[in-house]
């Protein structure tokens, strides 16, 4: 080899050593001590970047991304820069209400399928029904419109118009439609089971939340309900003030329903009950599980520190902060986590989410949960999350994570391919809504699953047979009597429901649900196939 070659190759390696030595040194440097020493050093990277990078970026995307960067750095997935379209839904979710026509859908084929129509909305005096396909909003084709696609075409400011075409019967029809506005309904279910027992789902909190769930109680004690079933699962929370207010209509006046402490809070907040209890005499039972989260858990644990209700199920999420909005520039929003929150008894339900190395952390055992006692001297758990007096309802089994995983992308197609079991393989077998799945409709899935390509087995499908017939079950039901009854059923054969039913058919009063022996009852898993969603 040659000189030349070799003489070139050392000051390579000369150079790269220098420059790693240089990076070395500059990271061995302080971190900038000041703000305007911090204010310099993010102009100095903006200005690089926009100078140097190897593609164009814009100068204003720029400066979102460093905001957006700097709150995600936080390491707290409840602060968030939300930009004007997010910052609308969660106004939107605050209230309970949305500029929309009043439907839900489902993918089916390649096409949108309406599922329910809401009564007196602009869809239903549109004359829209159930089994209507949505071919076209406002001239653009709705062939192959996923969810978001669906919710962005259907939804807008009130008293905007809305040109829908629709297909039924092998018929399309023009409809000119006005959208209006569409409450979200805190209580989405509420019925009377055997003997007496009420039972009471509250979805969200918004800001109707206490207000409808006051009015629904009420119905069923009217109905003849001696016992209530609220059932919390799910609830992702909401807004602080209606958590409280629901926990006052069960509270004693003066009873201390949360307290909320935070770095620019003078000293701790509470918010204390300020009317009497609404239904003193009525043996209460909460179902929380791991979609139970925020304001729901505000609920539940200011219930179950009171000895108000027997908490059932699993261990709730464990959000226990609160966050506010901050408006910024066009549009967008701050939200920031401000304080956190605590049970009368003191508890935090601020789930820990890793530990000392980093580690995500799902539970903590008992045995590391700090203890509390109740009003009545009842031992209750802190450490994260609401911890329930009865432990019911299993977490997915193994066979419903496969075929979870396995639906990822193909969860529209999957919901078609029940569909068509459902009406091929045994509807008719459906008398009463809670007649059980016959073996042609699962034989019926399993050879629409595979026409479809979709690469589930038959193995992959009895691994998750629990969750398959609930799947089956509640579609043959909705052909066969309609939307409504889906939440019947799915109630009725609810083993959580069941447990929380048989505990309160037992209680003469509210104190009579704790002298019951505390037992573990497993239940099965949630449907691994989210719902459709409103429009």
Do not use: C
Not at 99 to 107: M, Y
Not at 150 to 166: D, H, N, P, Q, T
Not at 295 to 306: S, V
Not at 481 to 509: I, M, N
């Amino acid at each position: 080899m040659s000189r030349r070659p070799i003489l070139a190759a050392l000051v390579l390696v000369a150079a790269i050593s220098v420059g790693v030595t240089f990076i070395s040194r500059a990271a061995r440097r302080p971190a900038p001590r000041t703000r305007a020493d911090g204010a310099r050093l993010l102009e100095s990277v903006m200005r690089q970047v926009q100078a140097r990078y190897v593609d164009s970026v814009d100068a204003d995307q720029l400066w979102r991304h460093a905001a957006t960067g700097m709150v995600d750095e936080l390491g707290d997935p409840a602060s968030e820069v939300l930009e004007a379209d997010r910052a609308k839904r969660l106004e939107e979710q605050a209230r309970g209400a949305y500029g929309g026509i009043g439907l839900s859908a489902d993918q089916r084929g390649e096409w949108q399928v309406v599922l329910s129509v809401r009564e007196g909305s602009p869809a239903d005096r549109a004359g829209i029904q159930v089994g209507d396909r949505l071919v076209e909003a406002d001239g653009v084709s709705l062939r192959g419109a996923n969810g978001a696609a669906m919710r962005a075409a259907m939804r807008g400011e009130r008293g905007s118009g809305l040109r829908l075409v629709i297909e039924r019967a092998g018929e399309r029809i023009a409809l000119a439609l006005t959208r209006d506005e569409i409450h979200v309904r805190a209580v989405p279910r509420a019925m009377r089971l055997a003997d007496n027992v009420g039972y009471a789902q509250l979805a969200i909190i918004n800001d109707s939340s206490a207000t409808e769930l006051a009015a629904t109680v009420d119905s069923l004690v009217r109905d003849g309900a001696k016992s209530l079933v609220l059932d919390l699962r799910g609830n992702p929370g909401g807004v602080l003030g209606q958590g409280v207010a629901v926990a006052d209509l069960f509270l004693d006046a003066g009873a201390e329903i949360v307290s909320v402490r935070g770095r620019v809070l003078a000293k701790p907040e509470q918010f204390v009950d300020r009317t009497a209890q609404r239904w003193p005499a009525l043996p209460v039972a909460v179902l929380v599980d791991g979609g139970t989260a925020s304001a729901a858990e505000i609920i539940a644990g200011a219930l179950q520190d009171h000895d108000r209700a027997l908490i059932i199920g699993r261990i709730s999420f464990g959000k226990g902060s609160a966050q506010s909005v901050y408006p910024l520039d066009s549009g967008v929003v701050l939200k920031l986590t401000t304080a956190r929150w605590f049970t009368p008894r003191g508890r935090s339900i601020a789930r820990v989410r890793a530990d000392s190395a980093g580690v995500p952390v799902r539970d903590v055992a008992d045995s590391l949960r700090p203890t509390f006692k109740t009003a009545s001297g009842r031992t209750v758990r802190g450490g994260g999350g609401i911890v329930p007096d009865v432990i019911a309802g299993d977490s997915a089994t193994v066979g419903e994570r496969n075929l979870s995983r396995i639906l990822a992308r193909n969860l529209p197609r999957f919901r078609e391919a029940v569909a068509e079991a459902a009406a091929t393989g045994g509807r008719a077998a459906f008398p009463v809504i809670d007649a059980p799945v016959p073996a042609a409709m699962r034989e019926a899935l399993i050879a629409a699953v595979a026409r479809r390509g979709l690469g589930l087995t038959r193995t992959d499908l009895d691994g998750a047979a629990r969750a398959v017939e609930r799947l089956l079950g509640n579609e043959a039901v909705r052909q066969r009597f309609g939307l409504p009854a889906v939440a019947l059923r799915a109630v009725h054969a609810d083993p959580v429901v069941r447990e929380a039913a048989t505990r309160l058919r037992a209680a003469a009063s509210p104190k009579d649900v704790f002298a019951q022996r505390v037992t573990t009852r497993p239940s099965s898993s949630p449907s691994p196939v989210p719902p459709a969603g409103p429009r």
